[in-house]
């Protein structure tokens, strides 16, 4: 009977250990950090490559009808960025970038150092070397990557819905194929045109004022009335219908 017992208590063991270890093999993975990871706490004042970086992650809370600079320089502007960008995420808001802001921004960033909810090949459906257009490509891309970041502060204030990318980086041939201006922001990597799927063209136009865009074009402009144009490198805001 002793034997039994012993038996039964030793099978319940294994199948308490066996439904550990499948849990622990098939837990969901947090987002890594293995982009890029911040040393120190970055605060007003401070300059350099880590500054730059976090520049980047918050050039979309920059104000309205502003641009955030990345230039490595910890002024007032790259402060109140961060500020904004803290409140956006509940976090306390005090415009020094220490643990709490960067763990949230791993936690948004995947390991190539796009946001979460946008990706390289959404940016570009065009090629697969970001060449042709007018810069080089390494530069087309980075351009990108900062417009992901507006993007990803933009869909955060539209309530976290999804925002469609309709067209992203242009060579000269694809621009010139898609009927594009010749000065057109596309073939700089910077320019995304934005269609409707959780909201409205006017809703997405009015809220991309406050994201770091200079160039708004959207319903009421010229061949724009099926989608929104964003971008930077030109200061025109151009929506009509939507009052802009």
């Not at 009421?220 to 200061?235: K, L, Q, R």
Request: include cysteine; proline fraction near 3%; charge should be positive.
């Amino acid at each position: 009977m002793l034997r039994r017992i012993a038996g039964l208590v030793a099978a319940a063991l294994l199948v308490i250990t066996g439904t550990a270890v499948m849990s622990t093999a098939t837990a969901t993975p947090a987002h890594a950090d293995g982009c890029y990871t911040w040393t120190r706490t970055l605060k007003e004042g401070m300059k350099g490559e880590d500054v730059r970086q976090l520049q980047i992650r918050v050039s979309g809370y920059p104000g309205y009808r502003s641009v955030l600079a990345l230039d490595g320089s910890y002024g007032a502007h790259t402060k109140a960025a961060v500020t904004r960008f803290q409140q956006a995420y509940g976090l306390s808001a005090d415009g020094v970038a220490g643990t709490q802001t960067f763990n949230k921004i791993y936690q948004l960033q995947d390991n190539d150092c796009t946001p979460a909810h946008f990706s390289y090949s959404e940016l570009n459906k065009c090629n697969s070397t970001w060449s042709g257009g007018a810069v080089s490509a390494s530069t087309a891309r980075a351009n990108a990557l900062v417009s992901m970041w507006k993007l990803e502060a933009l869909r955060h204030a539209l309530g976290d819905k999804p925002v469609r990318v309709t067209s992203g980086f242009r060579s000269k041939a694809c621009n010139d194929r898609a009927g594009g201006s010749a000065s057109s922001r596309h073939m700089y990597g910077d320019g995304v045109d934005l269609g409707s799927l959780s909201h409205s063209f006017c809703t997405i136009a009015k809220q991309a004022r406050y994201h770091g865009f200079s160039n708004i074009l959207g319903p009421g402009y010229p061949n724009h009335n099926d989608h929104v144009h964003v971008a930077v490198g030109s200061t025109t805001w151009s929506a009509p219908n939507c009052g802009i």
